[in-house]
């Protein structure tokens, strides 16, 4: 084979998971999250004791659990999209089950985070620092319960319907969207729990 | 149990949960510096490079859609270490 003809082999080869209409979705989402970064950092530096003290205020085992609670669901659904190649619908299922069985987790651990510090007299309004912790942990948290119901209907249609085209791009799509959920999660648990002022 | 050894997904969870461990460990026990908390900057953003390129399987997409992510990844990068560098850390 030449090498034109080999290029030409691996470029037919490359294929973008999911529906390009999702990843649409997931490249502006991940731009919206690029400016809460910018602007979390922004008042970082202009209050770098508030946020310090502030960030000595949250747990960050909590922090940690979640953080691997959305490692070993991606895991999961990462699992799942390979047992729907290989057309093992059992497998597909006990996946996708295992993946928002274990993900669902991550509601409680934020639940009793969120009311620990709600216990605590913390809330959206106490400072610059912990109005960006629940602003932008809240809208990640928003996007899990969308990522928990795509889950949801994934294992609707994957029960129901024969393994085809339709059901391959479903899956795709919404294990893209779930692993976008975990990486977000990543950068802000090391942006909010982990960076401390030296 | 032979399956999930034989994928190479576990082995990816099995280097985030690692890193996971270790940007936890550093932030937590190791005394506060600079070199440390960047540190910790820089394994956050490796593993979001490997659920981008494994995990979102984007070491199989078309060049632009990669080449994207791989720039929001060094963006974010820059960002985080930039700020923190230069705001007295």
Request: charged residues 15%; glycine residues 6%.
């Amino acid at each position: 084979m030449s090498d034109v003809s080999a290029s030409r082999e691996v470029h037919k080869s490359k294929r973008l998971a999911g529906d390009e209409g999702v990843w649409f979705f997931i490249t502006a989402d991940v731009a919206m999250f690029a400016v809460f970064f910018a602007v979390f950092m922004d008042g970082r530096s202009r209050s770098l004791e508030l946020f310090e003290q502030s960030r000595r205020m949250l747990d960050p085992t909590i922090g940690l659990v979640n953080t691997l609670i959305l490692l070993t669901s991606s895991w999961f659904m990462a699992m799942a999209v390979h047992d729907l190649r290989h057309q093992n619908r059992a497998g597909l299922l006990r996946n996708l089950w295992l993946c928002v069985g274990v993900g669902s987790l991550f509601a409680f651990s934020k639940g009793f985070e969120y009311s620990q510090k709600f216990a605590h007299g913390i809330s959206l309004r106490t400072n610059e620092f912990f109005s960006y912790y629940f602003i932008f942990t809240g809208i990640h948290f928003l996007h899990f319960v969308i990522g928990v119901i795509a889950i949801g209907i994934c294992l609707f249609t994957v029960r129901r319907n024969e393994l085809n085209s339709r059901t391959t791009r479903l899956v795709e799509s919404v294990g893209c969207y779930w692993h976008m959920v975990d990486m977000l999660w990543i950068v802000l648990f090391a942006m909010i729990y982990l960076l401390r002022a030296a | 149990m032979m399956g999930l050894l034989r994928n190479s997904n576990t082995y990816v969870w099995l280097a985030l949960v690692a890193a996971t461990v270790l940007s936890f460990v550093l932030a937590e026990d190791i005394a506060a510096s600079r070199l440390a908390t960047s540190a910790i900057v820089v394994v956050a953003m490796f593993k979001v490079r490997l659920v981008f390129l494994h995990f979102m399987e984007l070491r199989e997409a078309p060049g632009p859609w990669r080449w994207i992510f791989e720039a929001w990844t060094l963006l974010v990068l820059a960002l985080l270490l930039g700020a923190y560098w230069f705001s007295g850390s």
